[in-house]
């Protein structure tokens, strides 16, 4: 989709005005040989076991290397339900919007400090408040360098990964904690891999119940890689859920960049906060392309 200059920025695809987009549009039209193009979306790995995982923004923050960082205010807060955005779906935040070229160091999602303005919703339709320590001064920052091409474009994607970042209550508490895990990956050099488990083999053997818990499937980055839990120090680039009921279960894992990755099956659940000793079975080595789906099946 594409946007004039003076839209500045989109937030889900939809136009918003900016403070200061006028006068960014004076300096870039001035040297427009110093330009180049940005698409951002938003993305986020699949997660199982809530139904909803909402946040708000308000503003967005891009910092050149060499300049002060820019932040643009929305007219309206945007709210994103990021289990909206699995499996391969995005939002998009900025859409071949013209900035200055060069390199970047980091890049912001400012958050709302409105009360109610991030919450979850669980399997049996529970809303509770989901906390973000410092979110309203810090926001969603990724420490991601990036590049913008001098007459080109950039395509990059935030891959909020939901299931390395949520906490879940304590017992004194009903709320949710935040502690974001983000990854920037660059469009032209991302692709998936998908397959299937077999429920027969691999899931039935593994699981005590798998009517009620049927596994995940771990990408870890490297050929014959060292495999961990999420909150080590290999930890998966990506863990999916299985979809299905019956039969082969299937999985996606997207947004990963183009190289080789080692992929397993685990039935032992994983708790982020805590140090544990996971069961994988059935590894095994993937090389991912730029632009396509690898398809490796579990049995």
Not at 124 to 140: A, K
Not at 215 to 227: C, R
Request: a negative charge; hydrophobic letters at 35%; one cysteine or more.
């Amino acid at each position: 989709m594409k946007s004039p200059l003076l839209s500045c920025l989109l937030v889900a695809a939809a136009a918003s005005a900016l403070t200061g987009c006028d006068e960014l549009d004076d300096i870039l039209d001035n040297e427009s040989g110093k330009n180049g193009q940005i698409s951002i979306s938003l993305a986020d790995a699949p997660v199982d076991n809530l139904t909803e995982v909402s946040i708000t923004v308000t503003a967005i923050e891009l910092k050149p290397k060499d300049e002060s960082a820019s932040t643009y205010t929305f007219d309206n807060p945007k709210r994103f339900d990021l289990l909206d955005l699995q499996n391969g779906n995005s939002a998009l935040l900025l859409t071949e919007d013209k900035v200055r070229a060069g390199d970047y160091n980091w890049m912001r999602l400012v958050l709302s400090d409105a009360s109610g303005a991030h919450y979850v919703v669980d399997r049996i339709g529970g809303q509770y408040p989901l906390v973000v320590p410092s979110g309203s001064e810090s926001g969603l920052k990724i420490n991601t360098g990036f590049s913008v091409p001098k007459n080109g474009e950039g395509r990059y994607t935030i891959d909020f990964d939901v299931r390395k970042s949520l906490v879940e209550p304590e017992s004194n508490t009903t709320d949710y904690l935040l502690k974001p895990s983000l990854r920037l990956v660059n469009n032209d050099d991302v692709g998936s891999i998908s397959g299937t488990v077999d429920a027969s083999t691999v899931v039935a053997s593994e699981c005590d119940d798998a009517q009620t818990y049927a596994g995940l499937v771990y990408v870890f980055e490297g050929e014959d890689a060292s495999m961990d839990d999420i909150g080590s120090a290999n930890p998966p680039v990506v863990v999916a859920p299985l979809q299905g009921a019956s039969g082969d279960y299937s999985f996606k894992a997207s947004f990963l960049s183009a190289g080789d990755y080692t992929v397993s099956y685990t039935c032992d659940e994983d708790d982020i906060e805590a140090n544990d000793s996971l069961n994988f079975v059935r590894e095994r080595n993937v090389q991912v392309t730029a632009g396509s789906s690898t398809t490796t099946d579990i049995q």
